[in-house]
């Protein structure tokens, strides 16, 4: 199936500072989806993205569909401590109907 | 607007005991519904998929069956528990052709096999 490698895996950061974390994959995707998690919770949706190349916000949140297809990446802005949480990539397969994730990347804010 | 439903919310069962958890999506027609496992916060492996009525797509080999009585109801399932079942399980639905569709997910079932 499509893999996708999500970096970094945590993070620590201070409290008004800008966070960055990428998404790749071996394989094109025609959606990128960014979804946040909050403890014992399901994922939420935050960005998707349906267009190489495209920039799109959400707020203090701007996530990216890489050129080649092959990747995105999601910037949160002046971070808040509610930016705490798991944050997933993923996309859906080109055929079938499965939806493949990223690892994941742990934000922890400290105020 | 859709929503999605799962119930319960924690649950405690022994270990041999049988296992139904529940997800209902309101306000959509023919959706397609998930499984997902979530080990220790981390990693979302897809247990079931389903496009249909009756039509289920298990991903992993396991303890566990899905079930798909109504359009947008779909139902997780286990005869005997084991330790290793335990862990946090989320519904999903998503509409329209999967491949420029994304996935809700509902607030999860954390399960614990003692």
């Known amino acids: 199936g499509q893999q996708l490698n999500q970096s970094p895996q945590s993070m620590f950061i201070q409290e008004g500072e800008d966070v960055s974390m990428n998404c790749t994959s071996s394989s094109i995707f025609n959606t990128w989806l960014w979804y946040k998690q909050d403890p014992g919770e399901g994922p939420v949706l935050l960005i998707a993205?349906?267009?190489?190349?495209e920039l799109t916000s959400n707020g203090r949140l701007t996530a990216q569909f890489g050129i080649t297809r092959k990747d995105s990446f999601l910037n949160i802005s002046a971070s808040i401590p509610s930016d705490v949480g798991i944050y997933f990539c993923?996309?859906?397969?080109?055929?079938?109907?499965?939806?493949?994730f990223g690892t994941g990347t742990s934000l922890t804010v400290i105020p | 607007s859709q929503t999605i439903h799962q119930w319960p919310a924690t649950l405690v069962q022994p270990v041999g005991s049988p296992l139904s958890l529940e997800c209902t999506v309101e306000g959509t027609s023919n959706p397609n519904l998930y499984w997902y496992r979530q080990a220790a916060g981390r990693g979302l492996q897809l247990l079931f998929y389903s496009v249909g009525i009756g039509q289920i797509s298990s991903e992993v080999p396991q303890n566990l069956s899905a079930s798909r009585p109504q359009d947008r109801q779909f139902i997780l399932s286990s005869k005997k528990l084991l330790l290793s079942d335990s862990g946090f399980y989320l519904c999903a639905w998503s509409e329209g052709l999967v491949a420029f569709g994304s996935l809700h997910f509902g607030n999860g079932t954390r399960l614990t096999v003692t």
């Open positions: 993205l349906y267009k190489a190349g």
């Open positions: 993923a996309g859906p397969a080109n055929t079938g109907n499965q939806f493949y």
